[in-house]
């Protein structure tokens, strides 16, 4: 089974530029959730959504940040204009709340350089 | 207070060694309790849930004391493998369609040959 799928691997842009971050969650899972890794902040939940609907923005840290979930099988987070300090790991995840289990599957995320 | 605090290492321990990490985390309504470990530059992955009995998986053991709001990690029998981070992971509300997790930062785990 293919587990949860993002591109690009690594991006390497200048400052003010858009960057766009793609996520494939795992198949029937209903909730997706895009985090931010840093050394300093470590895993920060940006936003979730459940069934396609974004539940918490809260974690998004300015108006820079948006994020949609157009279809259940796909999902972006958008930096625009990007800043040096949004170099981080973004990684999605997914999970199946229904099935009362909570694990989140993490995909191997996007490593952001903003120069 | 930070949500999930973690002690943030690095343990350095020899092979064969036992170590245990501890967590501590600030809202008593929390629900459920996980530890996830991470590999050099890879993704977090569910290693075990937490249970108030306690629970054990081979040669880790998770304990929670919901009193004391504290979770803890054993390893037993260390191996070079286990080398990674280990995440504290706290579900703040059961709620259906709700599932926020909070991580700790990780604690970094080396065993040394």
């Known amino acids: 089974d293919a587990g949860v799928i993002q591109s690009p691997r690594h991006e390497v842009t200048e400052m003010g530029q858009e960057v766009t971050l793609r996520c494939k969650p795992i198949?029937?899972?209903?909730?997706l959730f895009w985090y931010r890794q840093t050394m300093m902040r470590g895993l920060e939940l940006l936003i979730y959504f459940n069934n396609n609907v974004p539940i918490d923005d809260s974690g998004m840290p300015e108006d820079r940040f948006s994020a949609k979930m157009p279809n259940a099988s796909f999902s972006t987070l958008k930096i625009q204009p990007s800043e040096p300090r949004d170099s981080a790991v973004y990684f999605c995840a997914s999970s199946d709340v229904g099935q009362d289990s909570y694990e989140q599957y993490f995909g191997p995320g996007t490593r952001l350089t903003v120069t | 207070r930070k949500e999930v605090e973690q002690d943030p290492g690095p343990f350095n321990v020899p092979e064969g060694a036992t170590v245990a990490f501890n967590c501590t985390y600030s809202?008593?309504?929390?629900?459920?309790f996980f530890w996830y470990r991470q590999d050099c530059r890879k993704e977090p992955k569910l290693l075990m849930s937490?249970?108030?009995s306690g629970n054990e998986d081979g040669r880790f053991t998770a304990q929670l004391n919901r009193a004391s709001q504290y979770i803890s990690l054993l390893i037993r029998d260390s191996k070079l493998s286990d080398s990674a981070t280990y995440l504290c992971v706290v579900l703040l509300v059961r709620n259906s369609g709700n599932t926020p997790l909070v991580f700790g930062k990780g604690t970094r785990l080396s065993v040394i040959a």
């Open positions: 937490v249970y108030s």
């Open positions: 809202n008593s309504a929390s629900q459920s």
């Open positions: 198949s029937g899972h209903n909730s």
